[in-house]
């Protein structure tokens, strides 16, 4: 699967593109800022519904405009697929499939699959929980519609109780039957969760070691741990346990939403102990083991998004990396770096088809 052609009027500061890429490999090259990572953005944008770095649409939006719209061409599974978003200010974005508008935009989600690397993962590690679990829950989410609807409805159920507890508090008084509609569904979709949650890791520690050791060519032990109350009790006994303190707190204080994921090199937390290099190693090597683990369930070889992920790595550890991508397992792939050398080293390790463009403010110019 991969993209051939994408189109992209006002994405930040991309205001009026169209670029063909390679379905192999793809080299952006250009300074800081020019608006290189802005236009793996688009093509992440056209996958997931959202922006990769800005959360708050209207932030994608180039500053000048009211509007912007993205045009992806898609070669999937021996058709055409063409993909189509628009986000006007103040309205509600529009994604279509062959000019189909979808009524939900869960819909979309998994039918172009894709993993991006970035600087801006260090997240996951220096981050708090939230940012790993939204690393599992995005993964998942790709191939599993049900689980997607699971925690969409987890979420609401969630908001609802925290809700009705601060009432509670407010009005000072306590209704146990009312409270009970929502422990019901949040014991319902939160095992559900749980148990994909579960599986999901135990199938991604040996594939995402494996790569670690690969890339570091050391005897570092490495390892994720999924963290969870319900690995102890039903979620059932465990809000019916947690009411008093639920109560005092006005929240609810167990579930899947305070679940963990664990990162650990050797016996400690890698935030702790891990050097720059070993971070960035473990951080590859978790992407790469995501990539293939959603290939071998989807069917088909995601789009490998790789924004300016070789500085702070040392000449070995690239070249191990670029030893893996070079594969069979791997599809189409964009590549972003400052420095022209760096991108000629990699076209010629790979040798596959490719492309090469300069990204200078904003226009794409294709070199090679």
């Not at 039918?111 to 998942?140: A, Q, Y």
């Not at 929240?251 to 935030?271: A, N, Q, R, W």
């Not at 971070?279 to 990539?291: G, I, P």
Request: net charge neutral.
């Amino acid at each position: 699967m991969y993209v051939e052609e994408i189109s992209i009027v006002n994405f930040k500061n991309l205001k009026d593109i169209q670029v063909s890429f390679s379905p192999r490999l793809n080299c952006l090259i250009g300074n800081n800022g020019a608006g290189k990572t802005n236009l793996l953005d688009a093509v992440y944008y056209l996958s997931f519904c959202k922006s990769f770095f800005n959360s708050v649409d209207q932030l994608n939006i180039n500053h000048d405009e009211n509007f912007f719209i993205l045009n992806g061409n898609y070669r999937r599974l021996d058709s055409s697929e063409v993909i189509s978003c628009g986000l006007q200010k103040g309205q509600k974005k529009q994604f279509k499939r062959n000019s189909k508008v979808y009524k939900k935009l869960m819909e979309h989600i998994g039918l172009l699959p894709l993993v991006m690397i970035t600087p801006s993962d260090t997240n996951l590690i220096l981050g708090g929980s939230d940012e790993r679990r939204k690393f599992m829950d995005g993964v998942i989410s790709q191939y599993n519609q049900n689980y997607l609807d699971d925690l969409l409805k987890y979420n609401r159920a969630l908001q609802q109780r925290n809700n009705l507890l601060k009432h509670f508090s407010v009005e000072r008084y306590f209704d146990a039957e009312l409270l009970s509609i929502w422990d019901s569904q949040l014991a319902d979709y939160g095992t559900r969760i749980h148990s994909e949650r579960q599986v999901f890791v135990e199938k991604l520690v040996p594939v995402f070691q494996e790569y670690y050791s690969f890339i570091s060519q050391g005897n570092e032990q490495v390892g994720l741990i999924h963290q969870s109350d319900l690995y102890e009790n039903s979620l059932e006994n465990l809000l019916k346990e947690a009411l008093p303190a639920d109560r005092a707190a006005q929240y609810t204080t167990v579930g899947i939403h305070k679940d963990e994921l664990v990162f650990k090199i050797g016996e400690y937390p890698i935030k702790k102990l891990g050097s720059q290099g070993q971070k960035k190693t473990f951080l590859v090597a978790l992407k790469l083991a995501q990539y293939e683990f959603i290939r071998e369930i989807a069917g088909m070889t995601p789009i490998l998004l790789l924004d300016d992920i070789f500085d702070k790595l040392d000449r070995h550890r690239v070249e191990q990396i670029v030893k893996v991508v070079s594969g069979d397992d791997f599809g189409q792939i964009f590549i972003t770096d400052t420095n022209r050398e760096h991108l000629d080293a990699i076209i010629k390790k790979m040798n596959a088809d490719f492309r090469i463009f300069k990204v200078n403010s904003g226009i794409v110019e294709t070199l090679v």
